[in-house]
């Protein structure tokens, strides 16, 4: 029994391209969050993490084509990250004092009284 072991040679001009375009979805992330676009500024860095995240499935993940193996590893992780996620965000949200309520009076003191 012979096992082809020869890989595949990808060519680097759509990898280039893919970074070239996450790091201006960067770029673009990064001028949401200090442009002050108000309430819609989550629904836009919301978008742009979306098409990050796509960009790196189909392409670095090699998720494209025929349902696989790797569909099902990909969706299995995607779960647990939201799972974590949410429970992330039970915790921050039923934790009480959280962000603190404690103001210094003066500027430089850090104890409490």
Avoid: C, H
């Amino acid at each position: 029994m012979r096992i082809d072991v020869e890989p595949r040679r990808a060519r680097s001009l759509p990898f280039i391209i893919a970074w070239l375009i996450l790091l201006l979805l960067a770029g673009a992330s990064l001028v949401t969050a200090f442009l002050g676009v108000g309430v819609w500024a989550p629904f836009a860095q919301f978008g742009i993490a979306a098409m990050q995240a796509a960009i790196v499935f189909i392409l670095f993940m090699r998720l494209k084509g025929p349902p696989s193996l790797r569909w099902v590893f990909a969706i299995t992780g995607f779960f647990w990250l939201t799972f974590l996620f949410g429970l992330s965000m039970t915790d921050y949200a039923t934790r009480k004092g959280w962000p603190s309520s404690y103001m210094p009076t003066r500027p430089g003191i850090t104890t409490l009284n």
